[in-house]
């Protein structure tokens, strides 16, 4: 429960972390947005202000320009009889000479009749007949007929090669049909941003309403003529006589901000536009100031919450750590009974363990025990309780002392306790610690354990008797044999024939020093310590011990041998091992006695770090019931054997670090192998 309340809790201090974070993020990010938002609309308000200021310039400018054109047409009207009135019909035009007439602003200033001859101008030499015809009659077609001022499209010039605005007022004589046509050069419309710190960007448009434009510059370039009715420009203004808007520019495409202004008393409409890109480049650069400020903050926000986060998640992590540790060692205590208690000086205030508490059945609510506890030792165990503590608190040592403790409900027990000084970082003993430990299982074992050895080394002495009594068998036939053939030998064959009585005698002493061999081996099966055990050849091994074999005549066939190519030698006890191969022919040669089958065979084999010794017979093979307990004490085949050579084989075998093995080979028969390490494996 506590633990679940814990982790509850750091659960909720890193949601709490998390969604402050989070919330001061959303905090960061909306003012980001709000002031890149005002950045942005600031920046369009200021570009909308000054388009519209100099859309009113260039509106007024052109108002200007057209009042002053206008007023030298009327000059010219007033001068006109006085001009003209002595022309020739059909003679050359007459050469204005008038100051306003050759006012620098005027490209040429023609006074023509309806049918566009000139009358008189300023050209010197005049325009060619037939180039001006058409000239005028281009500008003839858009004049105002009442006699207002109107600028028409722009025009080719043939004589000054390229577009001009022809500027047309009627005579307001009646009866009088002439025209005053001022040529101006289209780029004198808009010549008043010629010296304005403008962007290359931003455009300055003279348009008429017929969608003609008359003067557009740009970049400080002036072109005319553009067609622009199907633009949004167009149509704005033909909802508006005045106003601002942001849409694609007509002619490039390009989202601009634009403002635009009727001309009065004029067909014609003027504006000023900017790319909102141009507009806007300040902002988005001060947009992405504010980014990069609010991504190096939210950066800094969020390591700092992970931070805490996880700080929070250490810390619980560490009291989950703790808290798993204090039930782990309870539960340890628990499994081992094992409590633990201190003592601290000079108040003497005891502490102790849960599961001490359990071990003296007392209640957790009372306390630790203090005196209370002499009434359920022994008077032995209240001594060596007094002492303890003396050597704890005079001598300042480590002690050990048991205790025989009669518990309330009635058991008794014996504990262990153990206990150690407390000291400061100076040295200084504060108290004493240990732990107690209830021992009364250990002690009931070793008592068992001690019974339980008399009994063993009464059963190993029994297992030697019968060992002894199998194992002398073959080495005392033996002698019996060669003394048997040696009386013989002396009765039947004189001196110096055959083998003499000496040999036979001799080799029935190396039989009786083998049984003696054999006794003192089957000794050191029993008591501890090692066997006498030296580097042997494995074929040198095996001769001797099939050499015996021969001479009991255990078999009737030789026995068949196969060997490695390679000598082997191998680390062992011959004497031991060779008992085993005794045992183990003498087995298969019994196995298959009577049946007219080949011999046994001894086979060795190499292995990685072993060499594998096999006897093979061609008997009936093992019971598929004794396969696995083949090797136990008294487990036999034999109607009379006492089961205990296999059991003594694998006893030798798995004394020296080998193992031994039974099975049913394929093609009939049995197999018993054994394992030896190599000699420089050993």
Same mark, same amino acid.
């Given at each position: 429960?506590?633990?679940?309340?814990?982790?509850?809790?750091?659960?909720?201090?890193?949601?709490?972390?998390?969604?402050?974070?989070?919330?001061?993020?959303?905090?960061?990010?909306?003012?980001?947005?709000?002031?890149?938002?005002?950045?942005?609309?600031?920046?369009?308000?200021?570009?909308?202000?000054?388009?519209?200021?100099?859309?009113?310039?260039?509106?007024?400018?052109?108002?200007?320009?057209?009042?002053?054109?206008?007023?030298?047409?009327?000059?010219?009207?007033?001068?006109?009889?006085?001009?003209?009135?002595?022309?020739?019909?059909?003679?050359?035009?007459?050469?204005?000479?008038?100051?306003?007439?050759?006012?620098?602003?005027?490209?040429?200033?023609?006074?023509?009749?309806?049918?566009?001859?000139?009358?008189?101008?300023?050209?010197?030499?005049?325009?060619?007949?037939?180039?001006?015809?058409?000239?005028?009659?281009?500008?003839?077609?858009?004049?105002?007929?009442?006699?207002?001022?109107?600028?028409?499209?722009?025009?080719?010039?043939?004589?000054?090669?390229?577009?001009?605005?022809?500027?047309?007022?009627?005579?307001?004589?009646?009866?009088?049909?002439?025209?005053?046509?001022?040529?101006?050069?289209?780029?004198?419309?808009?010549?008043?941003?010629?010296?304005?710190?403008?962007?290359?960007?931003?455009?300055?448009?003279?348009?008429?309403?017929?969608?003609?434009?008359?003067?557009?510059?740009?970049?400080?370039?002036?072109?005319?003529?553009?067609?622009?009715?199907?633009?949004?420009?167009?149509?704005?203004?033909?909802?508006?006589?005045?106003?601002?808007?942001?849409?694609?520019?007509?002619?490039?495409?390009?989202?601009?901000?634009?403002?635009?202004?009727?001309?009065?008393?004029?067909?014609?409409?003027?504006?000023?536009?900017?790319? !909102?890109?141009?507009? $806007?480049?300040? +902002?988005? @650069? #001060?947009? *992405? =100031?504010?980014? /990069?400020?609010?991504? &190096?903050?939210?950066?800094?926000?969020?390591?700092?919450?992970?931070?805490?986060?996880?700080?929070?998640?250490?810390? !619980?992590?560490?009291? $989950?750590?703790? +808290?798993? @540790? #204090?039930? *782990? =060692?309870?539960? /340890?205590?628990?499994? &081992?009974?094992?409590?633990?208690?201190?003592?601290?000086?000079?108040?003497?205030?005891?502490?102790?363990?849960?599961?001490?508490?359990?071990?003296?059945?007392?209640?957790? @609510?009372?306390?630790?025990?203090?005196?209370?506890?002499?009434?359920?030792?022994?008077?032995?165990?209240?001594?060596?309780?007094?002492?303890?503590?003396?050597?704890?608190?005079?001598?300042?040592?480590?002690?050990?002392?048991?205790?025989?403790?009669?518990?309330?409900?009635?058991?008794?027990?014996?504990?262990?306790?153990?206990?150690?000084?407390?000291?400061?970082?100076?040295?200084?003993?504060?108290?004493?610690?240990?732990?107690?430990?209830?021992?009364?299982?250990?002690?009931?074992?070793?008592?068992?354990?001690?019974?339980?050895?008399?009994?063993?080394?009464?059963?190993?002495?029994?297992?030697?008797?019968?060992?002894?009594?199998?194992?002398?068998?073959?080495?005392?036939?033996?002698?019996?044999?060669?003394?048997?053939?040696?009386?013989?030998?002396?009765?039947?064959?004189?001196?110096?024939?055959?083998?003499?009585?000496?040999?036979?005698?001799?080799?029935?002493?190396?039989?009786?020093?083998?049984?003696?061999?054999?006794?003192?081996?089957?000794?050191?099966?029993?008591?501890?310590?090692?066997?006498?055990?030296?580097?042997?050849?494995?074929?040198?091994?095996?001769?001797?011990?099939?050499?015996?074999?021969?001479?009991?005549?255990?078999?009737?066939?030789?026995?068949?041998?196969?060997?490695?190519?390679?000598?082997?030698?191998?680390?062992?006890?011959?004497?031991?091992?060779?008992?085993?191969?005794?045992?183990?022919?003498?087995?298969?040669?019994?196995?298959?006695?009577?049946?007219?089958?080949?011999?046994?065979?001894?086979?060795?084999?190499?292995?990685?770090?072993?060499?594998?010794?096999?006897?093979?017979?061609?008997?009936?093979?093992?019971?598929?019931?004794?396969?696995?307990?083949?090797?136990?004490?008294?487990?036999?085949?034999?109607?009379?054997?006492?089961?205990?050579?296999?059991?003594?084989?694998?006893?030798?075998?798995?004394?020296?670090?080998?193992?031994?093995?039974?099975?049913?080979?394929?093609?009939?028969?049995?197999?018993?192998?054994?394992?030896?390490?190599?000699?420089?494996?050993?």
């Amino acid at each position: 429960m506590a633990i679940r309340e814990s982790r509850l809790t750091a659960l909720t201090a890193q949601l709490l972390v998390a969604g402050i974070a989070a919330a001061i993020l959303l905090v960061v990010w909306a003012l980001i947005g709000r002031q890149i938002a005002f950045d942005r609309r600031e920046a369009v308000r200021l570009a909308f202000a000054q388009n519209d200021d100099r859309a009113l310039m260039l509106e007024q400018y052109v108002s200007r320009t057209l009042d002053l054109t206008s007023m030298a047409a009327l000059h010219f009207e007033a001068m006109g009889p006085r001009l003209i009135g002595d022309a020739p019909p059909g003679g050359a035009p007459r050469i204005l000479t008038d100051p306003i007439a050759n006012e620098v602003d005027f490209l040429a200033v023609h006074i023509v009749d309806a049918n566009g001859r000139i009358l008189a101008t300023t050209d010197r030499p005049p325009a060619g007949e037939r180039a001006a015809a058409r000239l005028f009659e281009a500008a003839l077609s858009q004049a105002d007929p009442g006699g207002a001022l109107r600028v028409s499209t722009p025009v080719f010039s043939p004589a000054l090669g390229r577009n001009v605005l022809v500027v047309s007022k009627r005579f307001g004589d009646p009866n009088i049909k002439q025209w005053t046509m001022i040529l101006i050069d289209p780029a004198q419309l808009t010549q008043i941003f010629g010296a304005a710190s403008v962007k290359p960007s931003e455009s300055a448009w003279v348009v008429g309403l017929d969608g003609i434009i008359r003067s557009r510059s740009t970049a400080g370039i002036t072109t005319s003529g553009q067609e622009v009715r199907k633009g949004v420009v167009f149509r704005k203004q033909r909802e508006a006589e005045s106003g601002r808007f942001a849409g694609p520019g007509t002619l490039d495409g390009k989202l601009r901000l634009i403002s635009h202004r009727r001309v009065p008393g004029q067909p014609l409409f003027v504006s000023y536009s900017i790319l !909102e890109a141009d507009a $806007l480049s300040q +902002a988005r @650069a #001060r947009a *992405r =100031l504010h980014a /990069a400020g609010g991504t &190096a903050l939210s950066a800094a926000i969020i390591l700092l919450a992970g931070m805490v986060i996880r700080i929070i998640g250490a810390r !619980e992590k560490r009291t $989950l750590e703790a +808290a798993a @540790a #204090r039930g *782990r =060692l309870e539960e /340890a205590q628990r499994i &081992a009974r094992i409590g633990d208690w201190s003592v601290r000086l000079p108040d003497h205030a005891v502490t102790w363990s849960a599961h001490l508490y359990a071990m003296f059945e007392r209640d957790p @609510a009372l306390g630790p025990m203090g005196r209370e506890i002499s009434a359920m030792l022994s008077d032995k165990s209240n001594q060596a309780n007094r002492e303890a503590r003396e050597r704890l608190v005079r001598a300042q040592c480590p002690t050990s002392w048991e205790l025989e403790v009669r518990l309330p409900k009635g058991g008794d027990r014996i504990y262990r306790v153990s206990g150690v000084p407390t000291r400061d970082p100076g040295g200084a003993m504060i108290g004493y610690h240990g732990t107690t430990q209830d021992i009364t299982e250990v002690r009931r074992h070793e008592a068992l354990q001690a019974e339980l050895a008399h009994f063993a080394r009464v059963g190993a002495m029994n297992s030697l008797a019968a060992t002894l009594s199998h194992e002398l068998t073959q080495p005392l036939a033996a002698a019996s044999n060669y003394l048997s053939t040696g009386r013989f030998m002396a009765g039947k064959l004189p001196d110096g024939m055959g083998l003499s009585i000496a040999d036979r005698l001799a080799d029935a002493g190396a039989q009786i020093k083998r049984a003696g061999d054999i006794i003192k081996r089957m000794r050191s099966l029993v008591a501890r310590g090692s066997s006498e055990r030296d580097m042997v050849a494995v074929e040198q091994l095996l001769e001797e011990a099939l050499t015996t074999i021969e001479v009991l005549r255990i078999c009737d066939q030789r026995i068949e041998r196969t060997y490695p190519s390679v000598p082997v030698q191998v680390y062992c006890d011959p004497v031991q091992i060779q008992q085993v191969v005794l045992n183990l022919v003498r087995n298969a040669c019994e196995a298959q006695s009577g049946n007219g089958m080949r011999p046994p065979t001894v086979m060795v084999a190499v292995e990685v770090d072993a060499v594998r010794i096999g006897i093979r017979d061609h008997g009936p093979g093992f019971p598929e019931a004794m396969l696995q307990q083949v090797a136990q004490p008294f487990i036999t085949s034999k109607e009379n054997g006492l089961g205990l050579g296999l059991s003594i084989s694998r006893t030798i075998i798995e004394a020296h670090g080998g193992t031994l093995r039974a099975e049913n080979p394929p093609g009939g028969g049995a197999m018993i192998s054994f394992t030896l390490p190599l000699a420089e494996e050993a």
